[in-house]
């Protein structure tokens, strides 16, 4: 992790082998530096919770995160897809509301809560930096490798690769689980053909 300042407020770069706990420790002797336009780099493969980390300690420290950029990375909002036949991470900078959809070709990175009535399809992975409520395709195409990552997962379906997992008849995972006080991360992968959901830190 690197932190260096801009023209415009400061630059921070997230690499690969950051994890939540590094970033955390890192930025907690440097809080006074993050007070302002923070922009956001991923370079390489990085933790969904090491870029929460980050988001986390600049709201913290009163700072507003200003873009998030990457290689090979388009950033949208929401009412738009990603590139016509592109399989580039997508991020979206806010949360979706009810009616939203996007197909996607390759992953999605929603830096709010997918709220329910919308939907997201992606080739790849689906990393939601809040609450997913919505309905998610992760791996459409039959990827399954593809994960679903939220705080928490609380969608009434999902789906990974060609299988999908609900939640009971009569109900939906967004009553059954209290969404106040701290929003627990959670991991959702095929195992052995099912759909597992667990806590991820």
């Given at each position: ?6 023209l ?6 997230l ?20 007070g ?20 986390s ?28 036949g592109s399989?580039?991470t ?9 009616g ?75 009553t ?26």
């Amino acid at each position: 992790m690197k932190l260096r300042g801009t023209l415009g407020g400061m630059n921070l770069l997230l690499e690969p082998g950051d994890t939540a706990d590094s970033v955390s420790q890192a930025l907690a002797s440097r809080a006074e530096l993050l007070g302002m336009n923070v922009t956001l780099e991923v370079q390489g493969d990085a933790e969904p919770a090491a870029l929460e980390a980050a988001l986390s300690a600049i709201r913290a420290a009163g700072g507003t995160p200003g873009r998030v950029r990457a290689p090979r990375v388009t950033v949208t909002g929401p009412g738009t897809s990603g590139e016509e036949g592109s399989a580039r991470t997508v991020i979206l900078p806010h949360g979706l509301r009810a009616g939203f959809r996007g197909e996607y070709r390759g992953s999605v990175v929603i830096l709010g809560d997918v709220n329910p009535g919308a939907e997201v399809v992606a080739g790849g992975d689906v990393i939601v930096m809040g609450a997913l409520r919505g309905v998610v395709h992760a791996g459409f195409g039959g990827n399954a490798d593809a994960i679903v990552w939220a705080r928490p997962i609380a969608s009434a379906q999902i789906r990974i690769g060609d299988a999908v997992a609900r939640a009971p008849e009569g109900s939906s995972l967004s009553t059954m689980r209290k969404l106040e006080g701290p929003n627990e991360a959670e991991l959702a992968r095929l195992q052995g053909g099912t759909i597992v959901i667990e806590p991820h830190r």
